[in-house]
């Protein structure tokens, strides 16, 4: 129960909706007092899009200023879009957003269809795979390391690198945690800047290219900045895609008429992409921190505290979604929040969608009787995000 919730338990990363609707219940706009965790606790839609909105709400990098030991790791956090304010976000995002339009993301398809194809004919044979490492992350990963232009060969390392990072935006971590994302941080940037003195020295039709172009034309783009948006990218572009991907076949597998219903009107795909994100957000948690004194529906939230809003939770207000606990994959409209809102608004969200409509169309269209060997889905314990360890399944 509330009184008692802690980031620790299991039971919260598991399903962490009771918990939502018990904070909702008490107060969308919830002040915890738990002293490790103080802040205030963003429970409602209309809550949430208002505060997302105002740009007194600033993004702001999880490791704190004073924190000499990890300098690095803050610098690198400083220079990324995500964790910056108006004047510096505006200028890095309108760099980058040119390269991210629909049409040019569109031209990744025929190297998606081509990816998942290929990993659907390696497990075809058996009948069995672990949705998440046989299919999901060497999809994102083969894209995202072709957008960007680095060795996919590379991919064990992106998800080394993932998955150590991740935590370093954990708000609960212990210093241990933040101490081995710094040391991640520092290969990252190794790898990156060896990549970037091979590029200016041979420019390629890739990312990294374009983004070097971009910092040799007028100095529009800074060195730690060029680093920054590489490894934003990288880690963007896995994490949640993988999640989303997972979660999304997990979802029809627990509910069989709705994926025999896919199955028989495939017209539905996109709706269902929407309702699986709106479902079970595979980023669950953002944060932001008040620059001044700001009131929201009459509560004063003070100059420099944090504000934690849970995207999954507000996508599952009954006040804005009816039966908000169900999964309906016609269901329209489908104003989620899964991608944020306003102006850190996903930068990748066209990429993300197109990708997980291929991996789940085209699976639908090569295997029949999809189950999941453990009914019960194992998620890891990461504060932010919806994150299955492991999804195996048998199909015909
Ligand atoms: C921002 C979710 C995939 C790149 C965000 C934000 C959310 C989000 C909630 C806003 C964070 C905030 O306001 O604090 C997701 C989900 C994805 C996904 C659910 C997949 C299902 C991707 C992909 C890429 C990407 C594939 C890139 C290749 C970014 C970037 C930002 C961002 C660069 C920062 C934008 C800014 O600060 O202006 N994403 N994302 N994302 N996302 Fe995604």
Request: contains cysteine; aromatic residues 10%.
């Given at each position: 129960n509330?009184?008692?919730?802690?980031?620790?338990?299991s039971e919260f990363?598991?399903?962490p909706y009771?918990f939502?609707?018990?904070?909702?219940?008490i107060n969308?706009?919830?002040?915890?007092?738990?002293?490790?965790?103080?802040?205030?606790?963003?429970?409602?839609?209309?809550?949430t899009?208002k505060?997302?909105?105002?740009?007194r709400f600033?993004?702001?990098?999880?490791?704190?200023a004073?924190?000499?030991?990890?300098?690095?790791?803050?610098?690198?956090?400083?220079?990324?879009?995500?964790?910056t304010?108006?004047?510096?976000?505006?200028?890095?995002?309108?760099?980058?957003?040119?390269f991210?339009t629909?049409?040019?993301?569109?031209?990744?398809?025929?190297?998606?269809?081509?990816?998942?194809?290929?990993?659907?004919?390696?497990?075809?044979?058996?009948?069995t795979?672990?949705?998440v490492?046989?299919?999901a992350?060497?999809?994102?990963?083969?894209?995202?390391?072709?957008?960007?232009g680095?060795p996919?060969?590379d991919?064990?390392?992106?998800?080394?690198w993932?998955?150590?990072?991740?935590?370093?935006?954990?708000?609960?971590?212990?210093?241990?945690?933040?101490g081995?994302?710094?040391?991640?941080t520092e290969?990252?940037?190794?790898?990156?800047?060896?990549?970037?003195r091979?590029r200016e020295?041979?420019?390629k039709?890739?990312?990294?290219?374009?983004l070097i172009?971009?910092k040799?034309?007028?100095e529009?783009l800074?060195?730690?900045e060029?680093?920054?948006?590489?490894v934003?990218?990288?880690?963007?572009?896995?994490?949640?895609?993988v999640?989303l991907i997972?979660?999304s076949?997990?979802?029809?597998?627990q509910?069989?008429?709705?994926l025999?219903?896919?199955?028989?009107?495939?017209?539905f795909?996109?709706?269902?992409i929407?309702?699986?994100?709106?479902?079970?957000?595979?980023?669950?948690?953002?944060a932001?921190?008040?620059s001044?004194?700001?009131?929201?529906?009459e509560t004063?939230i003070?100059?420099?505290?944090?504000?934690?809003l849970?995207?999954g939770?507000?996508?599952?207000?009954s006040?804005?979604?009816?039966?908000?606990?169900?999964?309906d994959?016609?269901?329209n409209?489908?104003?989620?929040l899964?991608?944020?809102?306003?102006?850190?608004?996903?930068?990748g969200?066209?990429?993300?969608?197109?990708?997980?409509?291929?991996?789940?169309?085209r699976?639908?269209?090569?295997?029949?009787n999809?189950?999941?060997?453990?009914f019960?889905g194992?998620y890891?314990?990461?504060?932010?995000?919806?994150?299955?360890v492991?999804?195996?399944?048998?199909?015909?």
């Amino acid at each position: 129960n509330i009184q008692s919730f802690s980031f620790n338990i299991s039971e919260f990363f598991q399903n962490p909706y009771p918990f939502y609707e018990e904070m909702r219940s008490i107060n969308p706009i919830y002040k915890s007092t738990l002293l490790k965790y103080q802040g205030w606790y963003i429970t409602g839609y209309e809550e949430t899009v208002k505060i997302l909105k105002d740009s007194r709400f600033h993004s702001r990098p999880p490791i704190p200023a004073f924190s000499r030991n990890y300098a690095n790791v803050r610098r690198i956090q400083e220079n990324m879009m995500l964790f910056t304010n108006p004047q510096h976000h505006r200028q890095l995002r309108s760099l980058v957003t040119k390269f991210f339009t629909p049409n040019i993301i569109n031209e990744c398809r025929p190297f998606i269809e081509k990816t998942v194809d290929e990993l659907i004919d390696q497990v075809i044979c058996r009948g069995t795979m672990d949705v998440v490492s046989d299919f999901a992350f060497p999809l994102a990963s083969s894209v995202i390391a072709k957008i960007l232009g680095v060795p996919a060969k590379d991919y064990p390392l992106f998800k080394q690198w993932t998955a150590t990072f991740i935590q370093s935006i954990d708000f609960t971590r212990s210093p241990k945690t933040l101490g081995n994302s710094r040391k991640v941080t520092e290969e990252i940037i190794a790898y990156f800047k060896k990549i970037i003195r091979a590029r200016e020295q041979e420019p390629k039709e890739d990312l990294i290219s374009k983004l070097i172009g971009e910092k040799q034309r007028e100095e529009k783009l800074s060195y730690d900045e060029l680093i920054a948006t590489c490894v934003l990218l990288l880690i963007a572009g896995h994490e949640t895609t993988v999640n989303l991907i997972s979660s999304s076949i997990f979802l029809l597998i627990q509910n069989p008429r709705q994926l025999e219903n896919l199955q028989d009107n495939p017209e539905f795909i996109t709706t269902a992409i929407e309702e699986f994100l709106r479902f079970e957000s595979p980023a669950q948690l953002i944060a932001r921190t008040a620059s001044e004194d700001i009131t929201v529906n009459e509560t004063v939230i003070q100059k420099g505290e944090q504000v934690y809003l849970f995207l999954g939770a507000a996508n599952r207000d009954s006040r804005k979604f009816q039966n908000p606990h169900q999964l309906d994959i016609a269901r329209n409209p489908n104003p989620h929040l899964a991608f944020g809102h306003s102006s850190h608004f996903c930068l990748g969200s066209s990429l993300a969608r197109l990708e997980a409509k291929i991996a789940i169309q085209r699976l639908l269209q090569k295997v029949r009787n999809l189950q999941a060997v453990d009914f019960n889905g194992h998620y890891r314990k990461i504060i932010g995000f919806k994150s299955l360890v492991e999804l195996n399944v048998t199909f015909d």
